[in-house]
């Protein structure tokens, strides 16, 4: 079975400040996808990204950068100088490449990110 | 637009009164998938389908029903809804119904309400 934890339930921050959201996985499969969705207040859920686990890259798209270390099965996201636009919930989720979970998404509980001006 | 169609996006009822969320997506993606969304637990799996006619339980599929008879809709029915079923709701789909990877699109979301 595979799972996803996000240890921090709710960061508050101020403007222009920089954060991490961190996110630690479990999963006995050598191959497996992880994936960062944010939920603003609206509801929907928004995609941001998928890493493969053959591919450590970090990446960076903007404000927002991933962190990938198969070593300590983390996919930490960051986010710098935040904006109150970023005020969200994010989680971050897995799937793996096949068997019984065919596409499942397994989510963390969620961050909550409060940027204030 | 591509994009994943839910309705009604808002819904209170009574118990044991049966209903249906109605999903649909434009994308022809072969998976398509619900989730449940309650405070402190994240978002857990009820019913997938990886082609038309080929449904599967999730993680949590007590007390819901699905159908797919065409690869574009994929509704939720709720035979008797009880309270413990007041959630937040999506639909999902995604390319591959036999891959892992391949991101999920989400729908807008159904707050469902059951007094």
Known sequence: AQKVTQAQTEISVVEK???????????????????????????????????????????????????????????????????VVDSAVYFCALSVAGGTSYGKLTFGQGTILTVHP | ???????????????????TVTCSQNMNHEYMSWY??????????????????????????????????????FPLILESPSPNQTSLYFCASKLSGTSGSYEQYFGPGTRLTVT
């Not at chain 2, 857990?44 to 999730?58: A, L, P």
């Open chain 1, 17 to 83: 400040e920089d954060v991490t959201l961190d996110c630690v996985y479990e999963t006995r499969d050598t191959t497996y996808y992880l994936f960062w969705y944010k939920q603003p207040p609206s509801g929907e859920l928004v995609f941001l990204i998928r890493r493969n686990s053959f591919d450590e890259q970090n990446e960076i798209s903007g404000r927002y950068s991933w962190n990938f270390q198969k070593s300590t099965s983390s996919f930490n996201f960051t986010i710098t100088a935040s904006q």
């Open chain 2, 1 to 19: 637009e591509a994009q994943v169609t839910q309705n009604p996006r808002y819904l209170i009822t009574v118990t044991g009164k049966k209903l």
């Open chain 2, 36 to 73: 449940r969304q309650d405070p402190g637990l994240g978002l857990r799996q009820i019913y997938y389908s990886m082609n038309v006619e080929v449904t599967d339980k999730g993680d949590v599929p007590e007390g819901y029903k699905v159908s797919r008879k065409e690869k574009r809709n």
